[in-house]
C-alpha cells in the first residue's frame, strides 16, 4: 500500500506526487477549512475559526443516546452515557491542534491530498474527562499495549472501508503530561458538530489525526494496532514500500499575522514606510517554545523577536511580537522557531509521501508602497 494522505476516499485511488490541483482534491478542500492567519491574534480561536479536517462526512450524532463503550483488554467493560462521562471529574486544557499535513501543499512534487499552505491550526479551551480515570475504572489487563480509538465517521480510503479508527501506546493514554482527554466541551460549549459532537479525543502535543472525533469506542488492545490509519496513512515515508515511521507530536512552527493588507488576487500584502508591528504564535508538540527568530530579508538574517512569558497552557500556542522598519520595495518576512529541546525549523523542504510535518519556515512576500 502507498503512503497516507488525507481525506482522498475515492475507491481504489492512490495518493501519487502530483503537480496541479484536482477537482476531487478542490471538493474536499471545500469541505475542510483553515485558520484566517489574522486570527493568530487570539489567544483562543475564536467559534468557526479553528481549522477544520473531515476525511468522511459528519456522522449524525446525539448526546441523548451516545455511548462510549470501553473494552478490550479491561477487568470491567464500561457503556458510558454522556451524563455519566460528566459525573466523572472534569478538566479543561488549552491546546494547539495542528493537522499533520499542514504545509503539504509546498511540496514539490506535491502529494495528493488536502492542499493546505500553513493555515491547518487552531487553539481552544477542551473539557472532559481524563482518558486515565476511565482506563483505570474499567481496570486495563496487565498484557495491553495500546488504547485504539474508534470514531463514528464511516468511507473508503484509497481501497478500504472503514471506520476512522487511531490507537495510541499505553503509556501516552494513561499520561498526566500531555493528560489526554476525552472531551465534550470546546470553549465552554458542548463539541461543535463538524469538532466530534459529542465527544472526541483530544491528544495535547500531538499532530491532529490522532485526536479522533465522534469517538464510541475505546479498544484496549494486546498487540499493535494496524489499521489504515495507524500502518498505512500518518507515516514518514520517502518509498511506497518503505514501513516508516508514525506520525506522533507536532514539529515546531512558528507563523506571522500577514502584516498590513492584502492584494486580493495576488495575495501579496501592502504595507507603507515606517514602523511594522509583526506578530504571531510559535508551538511545539515536543517542549516548550524557546525562542522566535524573525527575518525581514528572505532568511539571510535573524533577529530574536519577544517572546511572551510561559504560562501553565503547555500545549497551546505562545505569542511573540517585534518591529521592523519598512523602507519602499519587495520584502520576503519569515519568522521560526525553536523549543527547548532545541528542535527548530527547516530552511528546504522535509519532503514525504504523505506530505506529513512539513514545518518549513514561512514566507511572506510585503511590497512597501512609496507613502
Ligand atoms: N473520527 C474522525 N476523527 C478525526 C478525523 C476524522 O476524519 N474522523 N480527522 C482527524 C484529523 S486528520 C485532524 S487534523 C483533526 C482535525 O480536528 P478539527 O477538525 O477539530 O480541527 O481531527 C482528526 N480526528
Ligand atoms: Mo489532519
Redesign the pocket.
Known amino acids: 500500500m502507498d503512503a497516507g494522505a488525507?481525506?482522498i476516499s475515492a475507491p481504489g485511488r492512490i495518493a501519487e506526487p502530483a503537480e496541479g490541483i484536482s477537482l476531487e482534491e478542490l471538493a474536499l478542500a471545500a469541505r475542510?477549512h483553515g485558520l484566517p492567519l489574522e486570527a493568530l491574534r487570539y489567544d483562543v480561536t475564536p467559534p468557526g475559526l479553528?481549522?477544520?479536517?473531515?476525511?468522511?462526512d459528519i456522522p449524525a450524532a446525539r448526546s441523548e443516546n451516545w455511548r462510549l463503550v470501553v473494552n478490550g483488554r479491561v477487568r470491567t467493560p464500561l457503556t458510558l452515557d454522556m451524563e455519566t462521562l460528566r459525573s466523572f471529574p472534569a478538566v479543561t486544557h488549552r491546546v494547539t491542534?495542528?493537522?499533520?499535513?499542514n504545509g503539504r501543499a509546498r511540496l514539490v512534487p506535491r502529494p495528493v491530498s488536502q492542499p493546505w499552505l500553513v493555515e491547518?491550526v487552531?487553539t481552544?479551551e477542551w473539557t472532559g474527562v481524563p482518558l486515565r480515570l476511565l482506563l483505570a475504572e474499567a481496570g486495563v489487563e496487565p498484557d495491553a499495549v495500546e488504547a485504539v480509538f474508534g470514531?463514528?465517521?464511516h468511507g473508503i480510503e484509497r481501497g478500504v472501508e472503514q471506520?476512522?479508527r487511531?490507537s495510541l501506546p499505553l503509556a501516552v493514554a494513561r499520561g498526566s503530561d500531555p493528560e489526554v482527554l476525552v472531551a465534550y466541551g470546546m470553549n465552554g460549549r458542548p463539541l461543535p458538530p463538524?469538532?466530534?459532537h459529542p465527544l472526541?479525543?483530544v491528544v495535547p502535543g500531538w499532530?491532529?489525526?490522532?485526536?479522533?472525533?465522534?469517538?464510541r469506542e475505546i479498544t484496549l488492545t494486546d498487540a499493535p494496532f494496524t489499521g489504515f490509519q495507524q500502518a498505512v496513512a500518518y507515516r514518514y515515508r520517502q518509498e511506497a514500500e518503505d514501513p516508516g515511521e508514525p506520525v506522533t507530536r507536532i514539529a515546531p512552527r512558528a507563523l506571522m499575522v500577514p502584516p498590513g493588507f492584502p492584494d486580493f488576487m495576488s495575495r501579496v500584502r501592502v504595507v507603507r514606510p515606517g514602523q511594522v508591528r509583526l506578530e504571531g504564535r510559535a508551538w511545539s508538540g515536543y517542549a516548550p517554545v524557546a525562542k522566535v527568530e524573525a527575518s525581514t530579508d528572505g532568511g539571510q538574517t535573524w533577529s530574536e523577536a519577544e517572546l511572551a512569558p510561559p504560562d501553565e497552557n503547555t500545549w497551546a500556542w505562545r505569542r511573540w511580537q517585534t518591529s521592523w522598519t519598512a523602507t519602499p520595495g519587495s520584502h520576503v518576512l519569515s519568522a521560526r522557531t525553536t523549543d527547548a529541546q532545541g528542535n527548530t525549523q527547516p530552511l528546504d523542504q522535509p519532503w514525504n509521501r504523505g506530505g506529513f510535518g512539513n514545518n518549513l519556515v514561512q514566507q511572506i512576500s510585503v511590497v512597501c508602497l512609496r507613502k
Open positions: 488525507e481525506g475542510n479553528h481549522y477544520v479536517l473531515v476525511h468522511y491542534m495542528e493537522c499533520a499535513g491547518a487552531g481552544a470514531g463514528a465517521d471506520d476512522y487511531r463538524q469538532h466530534g472526541r479525543l499532530y491532529g489525526m490522532a485526536h479522533v472525533k465522534w469517538l
